[in-house]
C-alpha cells in the first residue's frame, strides 16, 4: 500500500512549534559564577602563549593546558567517567611561519561525550587556550588573554559540565585549542586527526571572543552576537561551482547551514538574543580557528560578540593618553559570556539529540508549476521538514512536514522562484541540519 504524507500546513502554530523543555533546563543550568571561575584561573597563569613555559606548575600554556585537563576529568569523573579525556598533538618546527620561532608542540585538550546511537558523529565546541601581547611573538610578558580568549574557553568547560548530565544519540567534543595566535595550529592538527580517525563531522562551533559588551564603535550591547560563515565550502570540485550558476546556492554551504541552524535554535530558545548571522568566513581580513576544518571540508562557524574593543586586544599593558589598554579580566562581562555559553550548549544538545540529515537530497519541477524533492530516508527520523524560503532572505521561513515518505511535492511552488531544503525531524522535534540539495530530478 502505497505510504501516504502527512500534512502540517493546517495545524495550530503551537502543533509545528514543538519544543523541548529540557533546552530551557540547560539555560538555566550554565552558571555565571562558574564562568568567571574559570576564566580567572586562566588569566593567573600570567600567560598562555602557545611558546610560553611548559614545565612550570604555575606559569605559562603547560600549566594551563594541564589544568583544563583536569577540569575536564574533574567532570567526568562527576557524570561516571562519561567523558573520553585526552591531549591530541602536533609537533611545529621553528620557522614553520615568523610566529615559530622555536620548536614547540601544539597541544590542544579534548574531552569526548560518545552518542549512544551514532558514536562517530561529532558536534563539537572550542575555545582557545592561548594568549597573546601585542607582538605576536612574545612568549614571556605577561598576557592576561581575559577575553580573547579565556572567555571562549570557559565557556566551553561549562557547556562540558553542563551537557555532561544528559546522554545524546550522537557525540559531542568540547576542546581547547592550542597555537590559535601563532597560525591555527591547534585547529589544524585536530582537523586532520578527525580525517584520519574518520569522524563523520557534523561541524565546529569555533568561540572567539563571548566576554565583551562594551563596543570600540560605542555600543553597549549584551544580546547581540555574531555567527560568522563562509558561502561555500573551499574544497568544492569545478564541476560544483559550475552547478551553482545554473541552480543556485551561493550562499547555501554547509557552514552556511550550520549558522542558521544556530539562529533558529537561538531565537526558538533564548528569544532575548539577537543573533546576526554575518555572510563572511570571519572578520574582515582576519581568521579563527573555525577555518582549519572549513579548509579540510567540514561545516564550521565562528559565535562571538557584536561590539569588539581593540584597545583590549593583542595589547601591551599599559596606559596612553588616557587609554588603558589590555585584555584583563574587568573588562569581561560574565553574564554575557553565560548566554553565549548557553547558546552554545543548547545548538550542541539540539544537533546531539537529532537524528542525522538527509542524504542525496535531490531537486526537480523544472519548468513545472511546483518544485518536488527526494532524499534517501534516514533511520529513526518521525519525518522531514521540506523548507523553502525567497532567493533573497537569510533564513528558512517556510516548510511543509511529512512523514514516512522519502520525497514531496510542493504544489504551486514555483522552483525558480525559491530555495529548498530538506531537514529529517526526530520523535522529540529535534530537527538536523538543513541539506540543500545537491542532484537533479530531469523527469
Known amino acids: 500500500m502505497k505510504k501516504l504524507a502527512t500534512l502540517l500546513f493546517m495545524l495550530p502554530l503551537v502543533a509545528l512549534a514543538q519544543v523541548d523543555t529540557r533546552i530551557y533546563d540547560i539555560i538555566e543550568a550554565v552558571s555565571a559564577e562558574r564562568i568567571e571561575k574559570d576564566i580567572t584561573t586562566l588569566v593567573n597563569f600570567g600567560t598562555r602563549h602557545t611558546l610560553s613555559d611548559t614545565t612550570s606548575a604555575t606559569t605559562g600554556i603547560g600549566a594551563a593546558r594541564r589544568w583544563i585537563k583536569k577540569e575536564f576529568e574533574q567532570i567526568s569523573s562527576d557524570c561516571n567517567n562519561c567523558l573520553e579525556v585526552f591531549y591530541q598533538k602536533n609537533f611545529v618546527p621553528k620557522g614553520d611561519n615568523a610566529r615559530i620561532v622555536k620548536d614547540v608542540w601544539v597541544v590542544n585538550v579534548v574531552a569526548i561525550k560518545k552518542g549512544t546511537k551514532y558514536p562517530n558523529r561529532y558536534i563539537i565546541m572550542s575555545g582557545d587556550i592561548d594568549s597573546r601581547i601585542s607582538d605576536p611573538n612574545n612568549y614571556t610578558d605577561t598576557s592576561p588573554g581575559a577575553n580573547d580568549n579565556a572567555s571562549g574557553m570557559a565557556g566551553t568547560l561549562e557547556a562540558a559540565r553542563v551537557l555532561s548530565k544528559y546522554d545524546f544519540e550522537s557525540s559531542i567534543i568540547f576542546v581547547g585549542l592550542s597555537g590559535e595566535e601563532q597560525g591555527l595550529y591547534g585547529g589544524k592538527g585536530l582537523a586532520a586527526y578527525a580525517k584520519e580517525k574518520n569522524w563523520d563531522i557534523v561541524g565546529i562551533l569555533n568561540n572567539d571572543m563571548i566576554g565583551n559588551i562594551t563596543g570600540v564603535d560605542g555600543i553597549v550591547s549584551n544580546t547581540d552576537f555574531r555567527i560568522f560563515s563562509e558561502p561555500v565550502p573551499p574544497t568544492e570540485t569545478e564541476n560544483q561551482r559550475t552547478a551553482r550558476r545554473f541552480y543556485g546556492g551561493e550562499v547555501d554551504g554547509i557552514s552556511r547551514q550550520l549558522a542558521r541552524y544556530v539562529h533558529k535554535m537561538t531565537k526558538t530558545y533564548m528569544p532575548e538574543m539577537n543573533p546576526m548571522l554575518i555572510y563572511r568566513l570571519d572578520r574582515f581580513g582576519r581568521g579563527g580557528h573555525h577555518r582549519p576544518f572549513n579548509d579540510a571540508g567540514f561545516a564550521g562557524i565562528r559565535i562571538m560578540e557584536a561590539h569588539e574593543n581593540y584597545t583590549q586586544q593583542h595589547q601591551d599593558l599599559r596606559t596612553e593618553n588616557g587609554i588603558a589598554y589590555g585584555d584583563v579580566l574587568e573588562h569581561v562581562n560574565f553574564n554575557y559570556a553565560k548566554k553565549l555559553t548557553a547558546v552554545n550548549a543548547i545548538n550542541l544538545a539540539g544537533i546531539a539529540w537529532a537524528p542525522p ?84 530530478i530531469r523527469n
Open 357 to 440: 540529515a538527509p542524504t542525496q537530497v535531490k531537486i526537480g519541477g523544472i519548468v513545472q508549476p511546483y518544485a518536488k524533492l527526494v532524499w534517501e530516508e534516514v533511520p529513526g527520523a518521525k519525518g522531514y521538514k521540506v523548507y523553502y524560503r525567497d532567493t533573497t532572505s537569510p533564513t528558512w521561513d517556510n516548510f511543509k512536514y511529512v512523514e514516512n515518505v522519502k520525497g514531496t511535492t510542493l504544489e504551486g511552488i514555483v522552483l525558480d522562484n525559491y530555495f529548498f531544503g530538506v531537514a529529517a525531524v526526530g520523535a522529540d522535534g529535534h530537527e538536523s541540519i538543513v541539506v540543500f540539495p545537491t542532484g537533479i
